[in-house]
């Protein structure tokens, strides 16, 4: 019998059994349950109404709230979605609720904590959920949003699931799970400075497209990974789901075990890795030192071309955020482009957490603590132009019309985020170029799609950015 992969091995573990295959079907013990604030109050409603109204959940510091969606809008179905996460969560007794206090039930936009450092609130949830401890190597998390798939970049199983399903584990801390086939992915070489992982992940997608990885675990793998930040390669899983993917998932080193032994709220955990005669659905391989910075054009992330083929696209937006873009690291990358020129045309800003946007105010653009009259990331970003907002989801997902960097009318916009369906971002005309934080800077400051290399020639240094 062959050697398993990470996946097989995490979902024998938690089904009780010494081993899996591809096809098998398993019930399994899990570890975390995440919901938010767009699907929280329907996982709820089904939980009461398979459960019973006075059910409560199998485990109380096993269940993760954190509303980060529609935040700040003055649209009160968005501000009940809150409250009702507030009542379940006080009724349940629950230990991690992440509330953005200063929504309510009054009508008019919520205004913004002034402060990242003192609100509860915590932006977006894939971000927040490493850093406030609840992501660790070999386990299993399961969220009620199709991108939770990013916590693969600790060696864990996470994956999205619908409001039925997540009622069910909410309710049994069980679920129902195929184990699937694993593609393996690997990248030779160290990362080249004017790459960043949106640009493999964009070479993966648009190689093998949208539906190429359905169902499958993406194990990314080589040199070239190991190379990488560990935020860098929570992007690369988080746009699994974007191939079709059941998962993404990295190996587990130092880098990984600094940041969870950090954070971690729970003491040990168990690191897998792939047996050498693990059998894998397909490989693909790539040689970093001969890729090119990468877009995807619209209306879909496996419609790749490099950012040099695009130069002549004019835009009229950039759009710096999510929880793809939106990490510290992504801020550092597009900052080093911006200090010392000014944007020429509107380019939002969006912290994917709170942690974040702390981070942007108190870092340099060497990913270090300021000295001193040094400017801060938020500073160079400022400087150059560009519109800063607070962390969350904000235009990723388009939302309401008074949600921040959406796009109310047919622009092009190009955007770190990970999606460019038509409306995906507002507008159903609009056209959405998805890019690395460096492409997106870049183009920022000529009004066209300008490949990073023409501003970047030696590595971006992020120190601990991410880390500490």
Known sequence: MPGMTITEKILAKHAGKATTAPGENVWVDVDILMTHDVCGPGTIGIFHERFGRQAKVWDRDRVVVIPDHYIFTADDKCHRNVQILRDFVKEQGLKYYYDPEFVTNHPGMPSPYKDPTKTSYKGVCHKALPEEGHVRPGEIL????????????????ATGIGNTDAAFTLGTGKTWLKVPPTMKFTFQGEIPPYLTAKDLILAVIGEIGVDGAT?????????????????????????????????????????????????????????????????????????????????????????????????????????????TGGKITDMIFAANILKGNKVRIP?????????????????????????????????????????LGPSGCAACLGGPSDTFGRLNEPLLCISTTNRNFPGRMGDKKAGVYLASPLTVAASALTGYVTDPREYVTTRIDTGLAGVA
């Open 142 to 157: 399961l969220g009620t949003d199709s991108h939770t798939c990013t916590a693969g970049a600790f060696g864990q199983f």
């Open 215 to 323: 169902y499958r675990t993406m194990y990314f793998s080589g040199d070239g990974i190991r190379s990488l930040t560990l935020e860098d390669r929570m992007t690369l899983t988080n746009m699994a789901i974007e191939a079709g993917g059941k998962n993404g998932v990295c190996d587990v080193d130092e880098k990984t075990l600094e940041y969870v032994r950090a954070r971690s709220n729970v003491p040990a955990w168990e690191v897998f890795a792939d047996d050498p005669d693990a059998a894998y659905n397909a490989t693909y391989e790539w040689d970093l030192s001969t890729m090119e910075p990468l877009v995807a054009k619209p209306h879909s992330p496996d419609n790749r071309d490099t950012a040099r083929n695009c130069r002549d696209v004019k835009l009229d937006r950039a759009y710096i955020g999510s929880c």
């Open 347 to 387: 380019t939002y800003v969006v912290p994917g957490s709170t942690e974040v946007h702390r981070d942007m105010k108190r870092l340099n653009l060497r990913g270090v603590e300021r000295q001193g009259n040094e400017k801060s990331i938020e500073d160079v970003l400022a400087d150059a132009g560009c519109l």
